[in-house]
Structures are given as structure tokens and as C-alpha cells.
């Protein structure tokens, strides 16, 4: 059964650009996560989304956004990115839609965005 | 509001001994209680995590964690530390009353020292 994947695995951009990271959950599992991991703030919740609806959402810029298609893939938005927002880029799914912070997360590797 | 708190950023130990790992955390109503591993360039793996039941938890690769409701921690053990150990391990906690993603630690460098 494969994992969670995440592509890119490195991406460079440049101050100002915007960005699209793409993850495709485990195949039946419909509540996809996004995390960001800097070395000084660890994982900072950014959003989860449950059947292509939003339902939950962390402190951060308007900036960044996402959204989830039909078949529960999910990509995630920067724009005008700023040299703060070089991090890892982490995508989790879950197999339950119902309270998934109970029974946990599955992760992928991650996005190693850097912004030049 | 929900908080996780690992207050060692780094913990060495000698191949061998046992290791732990310190975690307390803040949530209102039941906490759900997990840890994660994460290697060099690569995204975080489950080790294990407490919903209910037995204080005592069993995990992946020889883990086991401790859940404490009184002192409100749960703290990551290993009776014999491995080399292959060495990695970032982070604490989560989930809340049945409050939003549906998890709270995470900063992480706990842990090096075993051959």
C-alpha cells in the first residue's frame, strides 16, 4: 500500500513567487493535513481538509491556502513568499474523517522549500 | 487551549542504557496522546500513542511511553538505547472537545553514543 506522497521534494524559489505543493494521501483516506516544520517552531498546524471541504485552520497568512479535489489529493498554496517561509512542507492523511486527532496520522516525507 | 512541551532540545545517552524522552502536555478534556520519529530528510513515522485503557504503552522498535494524567505527561522510554535510535522524536496531543489536528512539541534530538 503506498504511503503518503508528496511532490515536489525540493523546491527553490525566489522572494515575491508564489508556490504549489501536491500530496496524494493513502488511497482510501479522505482527511488530508498540512504542517510546517522550521527548526525553531517545530510542526505548526496549517490547515486539514475532509471531502474537498476546509474544516480546520491554523494561525497563518492569508498567504497560504489550499484545497482538496474529488479523488482526496491536496495542494497547498504560497504566495509572494518570503524568506521566513523556507521550511519542510508536511502532508498527513488520516483513514477516519470522524475525530482523526484521535487516532492519528500518517505522514509524508515532505516539501523542503527554500526561498531564496 | 492546547499545548505540548518537550523541554530537553537535545538528549544524549550511551548505546545501551535506557533513554527517555520528556513530554507534558495541556488540553482540555481527554488527551490523545501520540509520539512520532522523524529521520534525516524524511517526514515524521508513528511510534505509538495512548487513546485509553493501560497507562503503559507499547510501540514500534522497542518504545513504550508512560501516560501520567496527574503530572500530565507522557514520556517516551527505551530499556536499551540503539545507535540506529539517533533521530528527532516529537510528542502530539489530540483533544476530543477542541479542533481536529494535532498539537506537536518543538522535538527532542536524541544522539546514542556508540
Known amino acids: 500500500k503506498a504511503g503518503v506522497t508528496q511532490t515536489p521534494r525540493y523546491l527553490i524559489k525566489t522572494r515575491g513567487q508564489q508556490v504549489t505543493l501536491s500530496c496524494s494521501p493513502i488511497?482510501?483516506?479522505?482527511?488530508v493535513s498540512w504542517y510546517q516544520q522550521t527548526p525553531g517552531q517545530g510542526l505548526q498546524f496549517l490547515f486539514e481538509?475532509?471531502?474537498?471541504?476546509?474544516?480546520n485552520k491554523g494561525n497563518f497568512p492569508g498567504r497560504f491556502s489550499g484545497r482538496q479535489f474529488s479523488n482526496s489529493r491536496s495542494e497547498m498554496n504560497v504566495s509572494t513568499l518570503e524568506l521566513g517561509d523556507s521550511a519542510l512542507y508536511l502532508c498527513?492523511?488520516?483513514?477516519?474523517?470522524?475525530?482523526?486527532?484521535?487516532?492519528?496520522?500518517?505522514f509524508g516525507s515532505g516539501t523542503r522549500l527554500t526561498v531564496v | 487551549a492546547q499545548s505540548v512541551a518537550q523541554p530537553e532540545d537535545q538528549v544524549n545517552v550511551a548505546e545501551g542504557n535506557p533513554l527517555t524522552v520528556k513530554c507534558t502536555y495541556s488540553v482540555s478534556g481527554n488527551p490523545y496522546l501520540f509520539w512520532y520519529v522523524q529521520y534525516p530528510n524524511r517526514g515524521l513515522q508513528f511510534l505509538l500513542k495512548?487513546?485509553?485503557?493501560?497507562?503503559l504503552v507499547k510501540g514500534s522498535y522497542g518504545f513504550e511511553a508512560e501516560f501520567n494524567k496527574s503530572q500530565t505527561s507522557f514520556h517516551l522510554k527505551k530499556p536499551s538505547a540503539l545507535v540506529s535510535d539517533s533521530a528527532l522524536y516529537f510528542c502530539?496531543?489530540?483533544?476530543?472537545?477542541?479542533?481536529?489536528?494535532?498539537?506537536f512539541g518543538t522535538g527532542t534530538r536524541l544522539t546514542v553514543i556508540p
Open positions: 495512548y487513546i485509553t485503557g493501560d497507562n
Open positions: 502530539a496531543v489530540g483533544s476530543q472537545t477542541g479542533a481536529n489536528n494535532l498539537f
Open positions: 488511497s482510501g483516506h479522505r482527511s
Open positions: 481538509y475532509f471531502s474537498e471541504t476546509q474544516r
Open positions: 498527513a492523511s488520516s483513514s477516519t474523517g470522524t475525530a482523526p486527532q484521535i487516532y492519528g496520522y500518517t
